[in-house]
């Protein structure tokens, strides 16, 4: 509702639920930068305002799971328990390098996982929430993921890996969050790129768990599969991508991979231009453009 909460900066929804966290922003804002709002689409009648967080400067990212809500700062992480009779749980530094904002919430039952940049450069700390009392946390993991700074970070579903990207965008690693240890490298290309998020999927597979992960950015595409020429020392340990398309550079977009369907291997990119496009891919790394569309005309 645009004449209650006016133009909106961030939203960030809880799972696929009628709960969404809101942060004011854009050229009409009603409420300010600091604030988080959270608001209940199920409520009957117009207010559905039903709660309102306050910060002493301006709100870069929120993120929600079913008991907790994670609001980032430039330099501090605040955590509440959510959403009955929400109280602060504590806060805890984050590292104030650029980009800010970037931190991860597990959604998992079993492990209530929080990441966020170290203070150390490239770093990654991991904190478990699923204890957490008013005015207590728990010591955080660190992990030294990278040697330039940390440009994004991902847990997967269950919370047992964490991927991240440094600020270069050339490679995303994968690590164990209990063991700390470094189990694969994917890279996605020689020259450096800005990567803007990086987000694992789920699915369904034949008797398993299965798992697949996706990233966004600009200045390239992901190498494919194959030889592409003399590779030596650290290129050789890396594993390269099975497909690749892009999108244009100048506007950045999240993607999520297709479900059943006429092309079950399939991407959907949105991006922030208002264009929508979908891309199937084969098993032997053909990539082909099967929709495009408009569906917001943004200057």
């Known amino acids: 509702d645009v004449e209650q909460v006016g133009s ?12 969404l966290a809101i942060v004011g922003g854009g050229s009409h804002p009603k409420f300010p930068d600091a604030s988080v709002l959270i608001w209940d689409d199920a409520r009957e009648g117009k207010d559905k305002l039903v709660l309102e967080f306050s910060f002493p400067k301006p709100v ?20 509440f328990s959510f959403p009955h009779r929400p109280t602060k749980l504590f806060e805890t530094p984050q590292c104030p390098a650029p980009p800010p904002g970037i931190v991860d919430l597990c959604p998992s ?59 270069r965008g050339t490679l995303i690693r994968l690590f164990c969050t209990q063991s700390r240890a470094r189990l694969l490298e994917l890279r996605r290309g020689t020259d450096p790129a ?25 200045g390239g595409e992901l190498a494919r599969v194959g030889k592409v020429g003399p590779v030596l020392g650290p290129y050789v340990e890396s594993q390269w991508s099975l497909a690749s398309f892009t999108i244009p550079a100048e506007a950045p977009g999240v993607c999520a991979f297709g479900r059943g369907g006429r ?28 929709a495009f569309d408009v569906f917001l005309d943004i200057c």
């Open 263 to 290: 092309s079950p291997s399939s991407v959907i990119a949105v991006c922030v231009d208002g264009t929508f496009h979908k891309y199937v891919f084969s098993p032997d790394g053909n990539c082909n453009r099967e």
């Open 194 to 218: 800005t990567l803007y998020w990086c987000r694992w999927e789920h699915w369904e597979g034949p008797g398993e768990w299965q798992g697949r992960g996706r990233t966004g950015g600009n």
């Open 109 to 167: 039952l079993e492990r209530a996982l929080l990441v966020f940049p170290g203070h150390k450069c490239g770093s990654l700390q991991l904190v478990d929430l699923g204890s957490a009392k008013p005015g207590t946390s728990s010591a955080p993991v660190t992990i030294n993921a990278h040697q330039s700074e940390v440009g994004c970070a991902a847990l997967s579903p269950p919370g047992t890996l964490v991927a991240s990207a440094s600020r």
């Open 8 to 19: 909106v900066g961030l939203v960030e929804m809880l799972h696929r639920s009628n709960l």
């Open 60 to 79: 870069l990212a929120v993120r929600m799971r079913h008991d907790r809500l994670v609001v980032a700062l430039q330099s501090r992480l605040y955590v």
